[in-house]
């Protein structure tokens, strides 16, 4: 093997999660080749990895797999290989594979096995660490040239991402609009949604902001950012809000409530169970208790808690990490790992 690792993504190209993730690690490893899959109704941006396969048919067939195979070491990709053909004809080849977890969207048995679970939160290891596969954690690394910190210093305006949704309203948009009204300080908030939200909300403190933001503009405004999500592993919107320097009302759960500043997490009412690819937990969240945390930082000076944001985000920046994956990548490929 040659010393510079020849590692193929799989990526997704456009706005969501799995999208911002495969850009993210396209632009800061030495990536050798690009599988690129466009969703359908998404806007896509396959001139994000120029030079990708495309598949033809949106699943990867099996002489594009081969084209995509040819010469790596390595391949990466995030929740899911779209076609589990990749991993099986990689490993025939001696190619590893290395497979970043969504634990909710993890099975309880793989079609094929990766030669790795690399999950993105000790929650993740805790929760996928039984499947009989090797496994390690290593954090989601932040770009903080892309995600700057900005010193926010009063809580005026409150911002909330609802993205696209998500399974179980998983952001609590619904509990959310109904704190709103709860809150009676002199306090703004704005609201961006990818889909057209549900029972939008008549305040004139409230701003809608509909369909996607420029990823370069999301983190602009604002003081505070409300995320009461009811499960993750992973929560993108919190690492890029870190690292933008903002102080996070979230949920007091794993794995934010390990470091993120308890006096703004949410004790959530209860927890009930669902069954998405596995049955997990998820939080049953109170708007009065949401309402109560935006009323206990409303117009306070901030600047403590954005400063350590901003070191917390440091801490998983890839000035930081990067070395870190790259010996991890490495040690695999030499059958070290």
Same mark, same amino acid.
């Given at each position: 093997m040659?010393?510079?690792?020849? /590692?193929?993504?799989i990526?997704?190209c456009?706005?969501?999660g799995l999208?911002r993730?495969s850009?993210?690690?396209?632009e800061?490893l030495?990536i050798?080749?690009v599988?690129?899959?466009t969703?359908?109704d998404r806007?896509n941006?396959l001139d994000?990895?120029?030079?990708?396969i495309?598949p033809?048919k949106?699943?990867?067939?099996?002489e594009?797999?081969?084209a995509?195979?040819?010469?790596?070491?390595?391949v990466?990709?995030f929740?899911?290989?779209?076609?589990w053909?990749?991993?099986s004809r990689?490993k025939?080849?001696g190619?590893?594979t290395v497979l970043?977890?969504?634990?909710e969207?993890?099975p309880?048995?793989l079609?094929v096995d990766?030669?790795l679970l690399?999950?993105?939160?000790?929650f993740?290891?805790d929760e996928?660490?039984?499947?009989? /596969?090797d496994?390690?954690?290593?954090?989601i690394p932040i770009?903080?040239?892309?995600?700057?910190?900005?010193?926010?210093?009063?809580?005026?305006?409150?911002i909330?991402?609802?993205?696209?949704?998500g399974?179980?309203?998983?952001n609590s948009y619904?509990?959310?609009t109904?704190?709103?009204p709860?809150v009676?300080?002199?306090?703004?908030?704005i609201i961006?949604?990818?889909?057209y939200?549900?029972?939008?909300?008549?305040d004139?403190r409230?701003e809608y902001?509909?369909g996607?933001t420029?990823?370069?503009n999301?983190?602009?405004?604002?003081?505070?950012f409300i995320h009461p999500?009811?499960?993750?592993?992973?929560?993108l919107p919190?690492?890029?809000?870190?690292?933008s320097g903002y102080p996070?009302?979230?949920?007091?759960m794993a794995p934010y409530n390990?470091?993120?500043p308890?006096?703004l997490l949410i004790e959530p009412?209860?927890?009930?169970?669902?069954?998405?690819?596995?049955?997990i937990?998820?939080?049953?969240?109170?708007?009065l208790?949401i309402?109560?945390k935006?009323?206990?930082?409303?117009?306070?000076d901030?600047?403590?808690?954005?400063?350590?944001?901003n070191?917390l985000?440091e801490?998983?920046s890839?000035?930081?990490?990067k070395d870190?994956?790259?010996e991890?990548f490495?040690?695999?490929?030499q059958?070290?790992h």
């Amino acid at each position: 093997m040659s010393k510079k690792l020849k /590692i193929g993504l799989i990526a997704r190209c456009d706005n969501g999660g799995l999208g911002r993730l495969s850009q993210d690690f396209y632009e800061n490893l030495p990536i050798h080749r690009v599988m690129a899959l466009t969703v359908r109704d998404r806007e896509n941006h396959l001139d994000r990895f120029p030079g990708a396969i495309n598949p033809e048919k949106g699943v990867p067939s099996l002489e594009e797999i081969d084209a995509f195979l040819e010469g790596l070491d390595m391949v990466l990709t995030f929740e899911t290989p779209y076609n589990w053909n990749i991993f099986s004809r990689a490993k025939e080849r001696g190619i590893k594979t290395v497979l970043i977890p969504n634990y909710e969207w993890t099975p309880y048995k793989l079609t094929v096995d990766p030669d790795l679970l690399l999950c993105p939160s000790q929650f993740d290891y805790d929760e996928l660490k039984g499947m009989g /596969i090797d496994i390690e954690y290593l954090p989601i690394p932040i770009d903080r040239k892309k995600l700057p910190f900005k010193l926010r210093k009063k809580a005026k305006t409150f911002i909330f991402n609802n993205g696209h949704g998500g399974y179980l309203g998983r952001n609590s948009y619904v509990e959310l609009t109904q704190a709103i009204p709860l809150v009676k300080a002199d306090v703004k908030f704005i609201i961006r949604s990818q889909i057209y939200p549900p029972d939008m909300i008549n305040d004139s403190r409230v701003e809608y902001q509909l369909g996607d933001t420029l990823h370069e503009n999301l983190w602009k405004e604002g003081d505070v950012f409300i995320h009461p999500h009811k499960f993750d592993g992973l929560s993108l919107p919190l690492n890029e809000a870190m690292s933008s320097g903002y102080p996070i009302i979230t949920t007091d759960m794993a794995p934010y409530n390990g470091i993120l500043p308890k006096e703004l997490l949410i004790e959530p009412d209860a927890f009930g169970e669902t069954k998405i690819e596995r049955t997990i937990k998820y939080a049953v969240i109170s708007p009065l208790k949401i309402a109560e945390k935006i009323e206990y930082i409303a117009n306070k000076d901030i600047t403590e808690l954005s400063n350590k944001s901003n070191e917390l985000a440091e801490l998983w920046s890839w000035n930081n990490l990067k070395d870190k994956y790259l010996e991890l990548f490495t040690k695999l490929c030499q059958n070290q790992h």
